[in-house]
């Protein structure tokens, strides 16, 4: 069964008492779910989040399936999100996207069989001028082309 922990816990609360509605803590609390659930959130969190919170599930679950920043299933230890907006797409993206899953040997949003990556396709991570770009967990890296996207994964602990 899920349950923050006590840090987490407080953390949320910190954020209800930030805002003047508690509907305005949901993203924050999500992001704190989801780094203490490895990285997704599943059914039970929203559950948990609910009742702590003491906001209906269907309100919190509008704004998890709303965003793409939160995962909908467990993610490798490294989550490597390929920015597929525009400028990426047309500097490289969707060949950056399969040159990794065939080299890694999965598909899109799909976790290796050690647990160490997912690739996933992501909407616009603010980088246009940078593009083709990724983010491994929550660092960026920009101007790549298939092969320094591919040293940088070899390079990670």
Same mark, same amino acid.
């Given at each position: 069964?899920?349950?923050?922990?006590?840090?987490?816990?407080?953390?949320?609360?910190?954020?209800?008492?930030?805002?003047?509605?508690?509907?305005?803590?949901?993203?924050?609390?999500?992001?704190?779910?989801?780094?203490?659930?490895?990285?997704?959130?599943?059914? &039970?969190? =929203?559950?948990? $989040?609910? %009742?702590?919170?003491?906001?209906?599930?269907?309100?919190?679950?509008?704004?998890? @399936? /709303?965003?793409?920043?939160?995962?909908?299933?467990?993610?490798?230890?490294?989550?490597?999100?390929?920015?597929?907006?525009?400028?990426?797409?047309?500097?490289?993206?969707? &060949?950056? =996207?399969?040159? $990794?899953? %065939?080299?890694?040997?999965?598909?899109?949003?799909?976790?290796?069989?050690?647990? @160490? /990556?997912?690739?996933?396709?992501?909407?616009?991570?603010?980088?246009?001028?940078?593009?083709?770009?990724?983010?491994?967990?929550?660092?960026?890296?920009?101007?790549?082309?298939?092969?320094?996207?591919?040293?940088?994964?070899?390079?990670?602990?």
């Amino acid at each position: 069964m899920f349950a923050l922990s006590p840090e987490g816990l407080e953390r949320v609360k910190k954020e209800m008492r930030r805002y003047e509605t508690k509907q305005s803590a949901i993203i924050p609390a999500l992001y704190i779910a989801q780094q203490e659930n490895n990285g997704w959130i599943s059914d &039970e969190v =929203i559950d948990y $989040l609910s %009742r702590v919170m003491e906001i209906p599930a269907a309100q919190i679950n509008e704004v998890f @399936k /709303f965003y793409t920043m939160f995962n909908q299933k467990p993610v490798g230890r490294y989550h490597v999100q390929v920015c597929g907006t525009l400028s990426c797409h047309v500097n490289g993206a969707p &060949e950056l =996207i399969e040159f $990794l899953c %065939r080299h890694l040997g999965v598909k899109l949003d799909e976790m290796t069989a050690d647990g @160490k /990556f997912t690739i996933s396709r992501v909407e616009c991570l603010g980088s246009c001028g940078t593009a083709p770009m990724m983010q491994v967990n929550d660092t960026y890296y920009e101007n790549l082309t298939p092969e320094k996207a591919l040293q940088i994964l070899k390079n990670l602990p």
